[in-house]
């Protein structure tokens, strides 16, 4: 069982019947450590061995401080008692065991994430500059920047996040949310300047006395984002309308300039990421030859646990940003203006598993010379080799991933908004160093990683309370103060009845700006399950019957191999549910347990036939200059690939595949030269793909869904008992450029309808399946279903299928020039394609769904109903990339596929003379170009292709390893190896592109390649 073009199998040492003993150390790059101990004793004659392995390996990195600590041990005995008189019968009892423990923060292979660099590029668009910058532009306050009076005015320093705006800036985004905790602390030190809430708007009045939503705030009060950064080029090739921006191919993009931030040298997060693994493995085999090795039989029993996770706090792309805010909502200073910072919350993810597994073989031989007395028939009918397994497995496995942090229900109750328990969790701005705003550049900015641990921790917040807090009339007159001047507006958005603002929108009348709240929150780190954003469990029961049959005809000139197995596959699992409190999981091990009945079942044969011929042995006198061998192979295979399902949960069966080669080795008589050349092709039925994104399939129901509720039922806030409050710019369709608000009003009509019509038109086990109850009964909906945030998690299992095809050849060649000298050659070429991607629900569903966003459905605005609002659309094609390549390329090459690639090592070692037990030796390796990119060609506003005839690439790469040895015998017992290997030997520090932007020049994400790296080993054998 494996994939169906084969597998590679390992296995652990076993006690051998003799004394051979080792210890080593290494040391090396970084500080790097790794000490390893092997002792093998036989204890009684050629009956009774032990062994114990230790390794201690402590690998450092260039990244300071990441470390991968991998400490594991391991025992094995071997008994083999006599059992029966005739000493032709062999009995071998072994067991193994083994622990292992790794804990690790491992380096970063992608730089962070640049939202630094575009501050402090000019405004100006160049050929230098394609995308422009923000001219380091800072905002006085969130008020003046979303400020935009009418008409509005250039150079006033306002409106700068308002696109009709002659001071709009495409670059500005806002960060988090009002009722969101947000922590400022600085990276070095681990001081918290302080828990920042914004406003609280539970409990601001109406003139009339009345208490408005949780969504609504001071009557006259200007919006104001509660913290603001530099946006990444996806979002600003939106916001700026940059060509073919609704196609949603912008990326982010990497840092490339490490004198900003060195990624070469420190890993950003310090020491708050971390990655562990711990296993222990046993096994107990017991075997029993007869008649020297003719017949034999062995049982085996194997047991497995195995456990992973993550956590990383800044999570799995980090970003650098920059501090452009002057003033807070209360306008206070911001003493960190300029200065540079990540942005962190983060979350952590794990797997487990349990394998439980039984085996007994059945073996015989047959041997001609037993039965034939005519050296011909001997010689025809040569050795044969029968194998008969029955195998049985218990595969049990869980999946979960979590927050960090989360906020409490006593939260939710205090700002008044249901909300499920991981929207709008706690998040931490951590400052790296001082303020650069002084700086013409971010290039040489020295901006240092985080060195602190990092923790959030209760504490009071500092927020605006709207309780009201005076004795003066809601009603009575109130002039604007003139330091309120760009908090407040005095002429529009007021009620119907109010032509001024009045003591109701007073902030000195309510409790107003204050730390009295505690905010106490929620930690994964101290147990806290209800923090869990997805768990899943599975278990797997197989059965497996196998025979071969091997063969060795005239004297082994042929031999041959056959091969069958049955297999039945049986397979559940589980998903756990959200209960109605906070769309937390239920966990409770009566609900989250594994159903009774089997949800799958798989059945499958499977056969493999392979012949060697070697030609030289066909004769009586070889009449051949060199040896000739000439291979064929061919089998059928399935993969034991666990429950996959499709986007409506449906199971898929488990991928199929074909192999076969044909190869051809030839070597010199005396086997000092050897060629080995195989042709090969290998294809998969239903193989599992990789393609990012693939939780758009249910985002995009939900989100436009959720945001259809909004503009249906004119929702305020986030449920339906908040319609139609004052909050109007949320779910109101404001008019574009050039529209009339009954064009607009109509354009949201239209968008509600064919959202109606999408949901009309999914099954009802799609929604089942990705976990999210949109409203049955539009015109009287059930106020449960009617939320404007809404979970959804995709089917367990979920999987994007295609066929594959791949042909290649594989060379290699081995060279002995002389009795000290080694030389050894391969290289393989592959050309691989796909067809058939997705399931044919997939394909009918993706299908359908890009004909609606093409439509009015595609114009659901999200967040606002105001023109620059994002749209379903963006949304879609955002994501719509990677399947339309995978499309475009059925029958064409694989693109991430690197062609052709080779390696070259020589080794020579002096038996004699002065250097004598000295070696020498090196390696080069390297691979060929790859695609990392296709021009985007537009067919029309609304929908997008490649031009698969003009790849861009990346480049190819190559590296040279070194090293040399000493060996001598210190003692008649002890024998002493010394070796220097210099992996990368002459590689630089270098970025390698992985991705590019449209224009097909500009880096968009790129992996820090190799650097070069020495070690010095010492061995002791005894």
């Not at 900015?445 to 005076?470: E, K």
């Not at 890009?850 to 963006?874: D, H, K, L, V, Y």
């Amino acid at each position: 069982m494996g994939k169906p073009a084969g597998i590679i199998n390992a296995a652990l040492r076993n006690a051998e019947f003799r004394d051979q003993n080792s210890v080593e150390y290494r040391f090396g790059s970084f500080g790097s450590q790794r000490a390893s101990l092997d002792i093998n004793k036989q204890l009684l004659d050629k009956k009774l061995a032990v062994r114990v392995v230790g390794l201690w390996d402590h690998e450092k990195f260039r990244q300071d401080p990441a470390f991968e600590d991998d400490e594991r041990i391991y025992a094995a005995v071997r008994y083999d008692p006599q059992l029966f008189k005739n000493k032709s019968f062999r009995t071998s009892i072994r067991v193994k065991y083994e622990h292992g423990e790794i804990n690790a923060n491992r380096p970063r292979l992608v730089p962070p994430n640049d939202h630094l660099s575009p501050w402090f590029r000019s405004t100006a668009v160049s050929a230098s500059n394609p995308f422009g910058g923000m001219g380091k532009l800072t905002l006085t306050s969130g008020y003046m920047a979303e400020r935009e009076d009418n008409p509005p005015i250039g150079g006033d320093g306002m409106g700068q996040t308002r696109a009709a705006d002659p001071d709009y800036n495409a670059w500005i985004s806002g960060r988090g949310n009002q009722q969101q905790p947000f922590y400022f602390t600085d990276g070095t030190s681990g001081q918290l300047y302080r828990i920042y809430g914004g406003y609280v708007n539970n409990g601001a009045r109406n003139a009339d006395g009345s208490v408005r939503s949780a969504s609504s705030s001071l009557v006259g009060l200007r919006y104001s984002g509660v913290f603001y950064g530099v946006g990444g080029l996806p979002g600003y090739a939106t916001n700026a309308r940059l060509p073919g921006y609704q196609y949603g191919q912008y990326r982010e993009q990497t840092l490339t300039d490490s004198s900003v931030f060195d990624f070469y040298n420190h890993l950003i997060d310090g020491p708050n990421k971390w990655e562990n693994e711990n296993w222990d493995a046993f096994n107990f085999s017991i075997s029993q030859t007869g008649w020297d090795d003719r017949v034999g039989v062995e049982l085996n029993y194997d047991h497995q646990e195995y456990d992973r996770a993550n956590e990383s706090f800044l999570g799995w792309a980090p970003t650098l940003d920059i501090d452009i805010l002057g003033q807070f909502q209360d306008l206070s200073a911001n003493p960190n203006l300029g200065r540079p910072y990540v942005q962190g919350g983060g979350n952590g993810s794990s797997y487990s598993s349990e394998r439980e597994y039984v085996r007994a073989s059945l073996f015989a031989e047959f041997r001609s010379s037993d039965v034939f007395d005519s050296p011909f028939l001997r010689k025809l009918i040569g050795l044969h080799r029968f194998n008969g397994v029955y195998s049985g497995e218990e595969y049990r496995s869980e999946n979960r991933s979590w927050n960090l942090y989360g906020t409490s229900a006593a939260w939710d109750t205090y700002h008044g908004a249901s909300l499920p328990f991981n929207d709008r969790p706690p998040i931490a701005m951590i400052y790296l160093g001082p303020s650069i705003a002084s700086l013409n550049s971010a290039s040489g900015a020295n901006i240092p990683g985080i060195t602190s641990p990092i923790q959030l921790n209760d504490g009071p917040l500092y927020h605006f309370s709207s309780q009201w807090n005076a004795s003066v009339p809601f009603n009575g007159a109130w002039t604007i103060p003139p330091a309120l001047a760009n908090v407040f507006n005095n002429t529009t958005g007021l009620p119907a009845d109010q032509t001024a603002l009045l003591q109701n929108s007073n902030p000195a009348n309510y409790v107003g700006w204050n730390s009295n709240y505690n905010l106490d929150i929620l930690r994964y780190a101290d147990g806290d399950q209800s923090l869990t954003t997805n768990a899943a469990k599975a278990l797997r029961k197989t059965k497996s019957y196998a025979g071969t049959w091997q063969s060795f005809w005239w004297d082994g000139a042929l031999v041959g191999t056959l091969g069958w197995r049955y297999d039945a596959v049986r397979g559940k699992d589980i998903t756990a549910p959200t209960t109605s409190n906070r769309n937390t999981l239920n966990l409770n091990p009566s609900v989250y347990t594994l159903p009774e009945n089997y949800l799958s079942e798989i059945k499958s044969h499977s056969l493999s036939k392979g012949a060697v011929l070697h030609i030289n042995k066909l004769f009586s006198r070889d009449p051949l200059p060199i040896n000739v061998s000439i291979s064929y192979n061919t089998s059928d295979n399935f993969e034991i690939a666990g429950t996959r399902r499709n986007i409506f949960g449906d199971v898929l069966d488990n991928p199929t595949g074909e192999t076969e080669d044909f190869g051809v080795l030839l070597s010199t008589k005396d086997n000092r030269y050897s060629l080995r050349v195989v042709k090969y092709e290998a294809s998969v039925k239903g193989a599992s793909t990789q393609m990012s994104g693939m939780n758009m399939f249910g985002n995009i129901i939900v989100h436009g869904l959720r945001w259809r509720n909004v503009f249906l039922y004119d929702l305020n806030a986030y449920t339906l008992d908040t319609a139609n409050g004052s909050n109007e710019w949320r779910y109101n369709f404001d008019p574009d450029t050039g529209e009339t608000q009954d064009q607009a009003t109509a354009r949201e009509n239209a968008s509600i309808a064919a959202w109606n019509e999408i949901q009309a038109a999914l099954p009802a086990r799609f929604f089942e399946a990705w976990g999210f109850t949109p409203p049955a009964n539009l015109a009287n909906p059930d106020p449960a279903q009617v939320y404007a945030y809404a979970e959804n998690r995709p089917p367990v299992g979920l999987t994007m299928t295609s066929d594959t095809l791949s042909k290649g050849y594989e060379f290699e060649f081995t060279a002995n020039p002389t009795r000290n000298w080694r030389i050894a050659f391969n290289a393989s070429r592959t050309d691989a394609t796909r067809s058939n991607v997705g399931s044919p629900e997939t394909v009918e569903f993706v299908n359908y769904i890009s004909q609606m966003m093409a439509g009015p459905a595609g114009e659901m605005r999200q967040f606002s109903g105001g023109p620059t609002a994002n749209t379903m659309r963006i949304n879609w094609n955002g994501w719509l990339g990677p399947w339309t390549l995978m499309k475009l390329q059925e029958g064409a090459s694989t693109s991430e596929l690197r062609r052709w690639r080779y390696n070259v090592v020589t080794n020579y070692s002096f038996r004699n003379g002065l250097l004598k037990g000295v070696g020498v030796g090196g390696s080069y390796r390297w691979q060929d170009k790859v695609v990392i990119g296709y021009p985007v060609l537009a067919l029309s506003s609304t929908e997008y292709t490649f031009d698969l005839t003009k790849p861009y690439y990346g480049p190819s790469e190559d590296a040279i390893d070194l090293w040399a040895s000493y060996e001598r015998r210190l003692t008649k017992k002890i024998n002493w190896k010394i070796q220097v290997n210099l992996r990368n030997a002459f590689d630089k520090k270098k970025l390698i592109p992985i991705s590019v932007q449209p224009d097909g020049q500009t880096w968009a994400s790129a992996r820090i390649a190799p650097g070069q790296e020495w070690f010095v080993t010492n061995t002791f054998s005894f």
